[in-house]
């Protein structure tokens, strides 16, 4: 089994900084590709950022130039630095990772989700 355990949301002023964390635990052979979502009220669930298993990343063009990735695969753990909030930025964040259980197999598993609320 694979948990994945989000933590960081919260409320913050437009303009200010939040900093998202999704940890990885049980059975884990290998980390492949992992990510984040966010979905607003009434809307569809949208990536927002990835991150390979080489670290090549990739951006909403929304989020470009304020929110960075990062992962690091002894913790099991990938992050969202969010810089310079705004309103439209209020959804809850989900993170998916892509993981291996050795025998050649891969499923993408979800966290539970991390309100970010960004007032005006």
């Known amino acids: 089994q694979v948990q994945l355990v989000e933590s960081g949301g919260g409320l913050v002023q437009a303009g200010g900084s939040l900093r998202l964390s999704c940890a990885a635990s049980?059975?884990?052979?290998?980390?492949?590709?992992m990510a984040w979502y966010r979905q607003a009220p009434g809307k569809q669930r949208d990536l927002v950022a990835s991150i390979s298993s080489a670290g090549s990343t990739n951006y909403l063009d929304s989020v470009k130039g304020r929110f960075t990735i990062s992962r690091d695969n002894a913790k099991n753990t990938v992050y969202l630095q969010m810089n310079s909030l705004k309103p439209e930025d209020t959804a809850v964040y989900y993170c998916k990772v892509k993981i291996g259980d050795g025998s050649g197999r891969f499923g993408d598993y979800w966290g539970q989700g991390t309100q970010v609320t960004v007032s005006s």
């Open positions: 049980g059975n884990i052979f290998s980390l492949g590709t």
